[in-house]
Structure formats: structure tokens, C-alpha cells
């Protein structure tokens, strides 16, 4: 049976051979001209019948001149070829546009774009990037040209040229770009990652001002702080970054825990943590599914919090004894904790622990550009157990 494909091509060449036969019917009398396109029209359809599309392609090509009346038949057919995943025939039929003489500066700049569209599809980024670097200074198509150029630049993560693009974007729409803070939070990741601690200031200077991408900032200047060894700013960084998302206490309770204990002020740590709680004690729950994914059982307000969690849980409750906990014997109420957070935290793990609040996307690992709906900053930490999974 002939494909989908086939039929709206054989479809295509209805409409062309028909234009051409109208068309030669009022400006010229002659009958060669409904002869000869017949014939060719019957053929290309035998063609696609016989599944040769390529060959009713070249076909169709020559019998479709590129004029005013067959130039969006062409796009039509790309973008056929295009949108059922044929990128070879897309090619094809866009570089034959552009090899053509006749076409006017907007007609050319339209089949650059749909060729760079084409090489996107098929992944050939490199090419794409060319295509539409040549065009991004056109009347017509300059802002899309530029907005798929980011596009690149963001799955490349050559993050200075999206900078780049994304201020030529700002000048050409009048509209800021809230994301571009975090092209240079990648860049100051980076930078921080090679020891290249300067260059991390430097770019993190470019996020304050930007409402997104400064959470992330302000976490990427408490760990900066952190290895230069000056605890005390990143504990209060990690602490900021708590009070703009309680969400995020499970990422950073660690590394804030840490930098008291570096400090020697452990006491101070756990005061931390029972001021917050006194200021909002559904805060518990937060710090608890902190504390048990990173194991922080030996600080005593964390593990009031763990116990507290476990005791306001109809399945936990059940499941898990918690006067065990309270054990008078030496270390077997610890023992009883630890194995209890370490069972939850294997449970914690075999599950998504994050989420696109946008697209539902779920991962392991936090990301702060989801991967399928490529939006910035809508990927979230779960925050719970799917406890579901451990009672079926």
C-alpha cells in the first residue's frame, strides 16, 4: 500500500498540474502545454503509486517551476517532508529553492530558514547555525532567525554566543529576557568547577539584578564561599536561599550543617533549625525529608523532626515502631533511626525526586532548564516520599 506520504504527494501533484494546465488555458491558448503536463502529471503520479517517490520527487521538481504561482508548493511539500520526519527530501527540495536565480530577497531569506529548519530536525546543529547566521540581519525573518539561534546555543551550551544573541534580541523587541541570568550561571558553574574562582564572581555579578536565575546565584556564591573557606558567609547564603524556597532545604541542609560544623558551632546549628520550626512548624516535615536523605540523624532537633515525621504518618506509623526509637538501651534508639532513615532514603531514591511543575517532566537529578519543555526554573523538588511504592 502506498504511504500517507505518497498520497498527499500524488495530492501535490494534482494541484500543480492542475495550476499549470489553468494557468496555460488563460495566458496561453497553445494545447502542447495541458498535453505535456498531462503526461508528466501521469507519470510522477505512477511514480508515487509505485512507492518511487524519489523519482516522482525529481519529477515534480522539474515539472514545478519556481515562480510566484508554484514557489509555496515547494514549501508546502518541505514542510510535508519535514513534519513526517523525511529531512533528507525537506533538504532536497529547500536547496533546489535556493539554487534558483529568480527568487527575490524575501523568497530567499524563507527557504534559508526553512533549509536551517530542516538541518535542525536532523540534527546538524553546525549547519543550521550557518543558515540562520545568514539571516539574522533580514527584514523578515531576523527574530526568529535569532530566537532559533539560541535554541542552538542553549542544546550546545555555548552559553556567551546565547548571551550574545539574546542582547540583540533585547535591542530588535524592547523586551527583556529574565533567563539570560542563567546562561551566566552556567558559566560561573563552570568557572567555579575549573578552580577559576574570579571569573565565578565576575559572571555572578550579571544575576542579582534578575529575579530568575538569583536563587540559583545565591547558591552558586555560598558553595564559591564555601571552598574559599569562609563559612560563616555561605552558612548565611545557604540560609537565604531557605528563606526565598523552603523547597529547597533539602538541598542545601547538608553543606549548611557543614559549614557550622567547619565553624565549631554546632550548637548554633541546631538553634537554627528550632528558631525556624518555633517560627513555622510545618517547616518539619521539610527538614525532616532532608535529614533523612542525607542521613542526619545525629543532630537531635533533625531527628526530632524524623520521629515527629514518622509518628504523624498513618503508613510509617505502622509500619515502623516508634517507641523503638526512644529505646533506653545505649545506641539502639540511634541504631533503630539510622535504620529506619536509610530505608526511606533507598525509597527516596528509587523514585523521581524532582519535577516540571510545567510539563511534568520528572528526574533523579536537579536541573535547572527542564530537558523536555526547555523552560528555566520550573524543575522542583518533590519534597516527599511516594509512599506508595513500599505498601504495593
Given at each position: 500500500m502506498p504511504t500517507e506520504s505518497a498520497f498527499i504527494l500524488a495530492g501535490l501533484l494534482v494541484l500543480v498540474a492542475v495550476g499549470a494546465w489553468a494557468f496555460g488555458?488563460?495566458?496561453?491558448?497553445?494545447?502542447?502545454?495541458?498535453?505535456?503536463?498531462?503526461?508528466?502529471?501521469?507519470?510522477?503520479?505512477?511514480?508515487?503509486?509505485?512507492?518511487?517517490?524519489?523519482?516522482?520527487?525529481?519529477?515534480?521538481?522539474?515539472?514545478?517551476?519556481?515562480?510566484?504561482?508554484?514557489?509555496?508548493?515547494?514549501?508546502?511539500?518541505?514542510h510535508l517532508f519535514r513534519r513526517r520526519g523525511e529531512f533528507e527530501r525537506a533538504i532536497r527540495v529547500h536547496e533546489n529553492l535556493l539554487a534558483r536565480e529568480n527568487l527575490n530577497d524575501m523568497q530567499r531569506d524563507q527557504a534559508t530558514y526553512a533549509l536551517a529548519e530542516d538541518f535542525l530536525g536532523a540534527g546538524l546543529f553546525d549547519r543550521a547555525e550557518e543558515l540562520l547566521q545568514q539571516i539574522r540581519e533580514s527584514e523578515t525573518h531576523s527574530q526568529i532567525a535569532l530566537e532559533k539561534l539560541v535554541y542552538i546555543y542553549e542544546r550546545e551550551a555555548e552559553w556567551e554566543k546565547a548571551i550574545e544573541v539574546h542582547r540583540r534580541l533585547e535591542m530588535q523587541t524592547g523586551q527583556k529576557t529574565p533567563h539570560v541570568a542563567h546562561y551566566y550561571c552556567e558559566l560561573a558553574q563552570a568557572a567555579l568547577v575549573a578552580g577559576d574562582m574570579q571569573s565565578a564572581r565576575e559572571y555572578l555579578q550579571h544575576t542579582v539584578r534578575s529575579p530568575s536565575g538569583a536563587l540559583r546565584g545565591v547558591l552558586i556564591r555560598a558553595r564559591l564561599a564555601q571552598e574559599e573557606g569562609r563559612?560563616?558567609?555561605?552558612?548565611?547564603?545557604?540560609?537565604?536561599?531557605?528563606e526565598t524556597d523552603r523547597a529547597f532545604i533539602s538541598e542545601v541542609i547538608a553543606d549548611l550543617k557543614a559549614c557550622f560544623d567547619e565553624d565549631a558551632r554546632v550548637d548554633e546549628f541546631e538553634r537554627y533549625v528550632r528558631d525556624r520550626l518555633a517560627a513555622d512548624a510545618s517547616l518539619g516535615n521539610d527538614f525532616a525529608y532532608a535529614a533523612i536523605l542525607h542521613q542526619l540523624t545525629h543532630s537531635p532537633v533533625l531527628a526530632g523532626c524524623i520521629e515527629r515525621f514518622i509518628a504523624g504518618s498513618d503508613v510509617l506509623s505502622r509500619l515502623i515502631d516508634v517507641a523503638a526509637i526512644h529505646s533506653d538501651a545505649p545506641g539502639e534508639g540511634i541504631a533503630t533511626l539510622d535504620r529506619v532513615t536509610s530505608g526511606l532514603r533507598m525509597l527516596a531514591l528509587s523514585n523521581a525526586r524532582y519535577r516540571c511543575g510545567n510539563c511534568g517532566y520528572g528526574t533523579q537529578k536537579f536541573i535547572w532548564q527542564c530537558p523536555s519543555c526547555k523552560l528555566w526554573e520550573t524543575i522542583r523538588p518533590l519534597q516527599r516520599f511516594q509512599l506508595e511504592t513500599a505498601v504495593n
Open positions: 488555458q488563460f495566458v496561453d491558448r497553445d494545447a502542447a502545454l495541458p498535453t505535456r503536463i498531462s503526461a508528466d502529471y501521469l507519470r510522477g503520479l505512477n511514480l508515487v503509486l509505485s512507492r518511487k517517490t524519489d523519482e516522482a520527487l525529481e519529477l515534480f521538481i522539474q515539472m514545478a517551476k519556481v515562480d510566484e504561482d508554484t514557489l509555496e508548493t515547494h514549501f508546502a511539500l518541505g563559612q560563616r558567609e555561605a552558612a548565611a547564603l545557604y540560609m537565604q536561599a531557605i
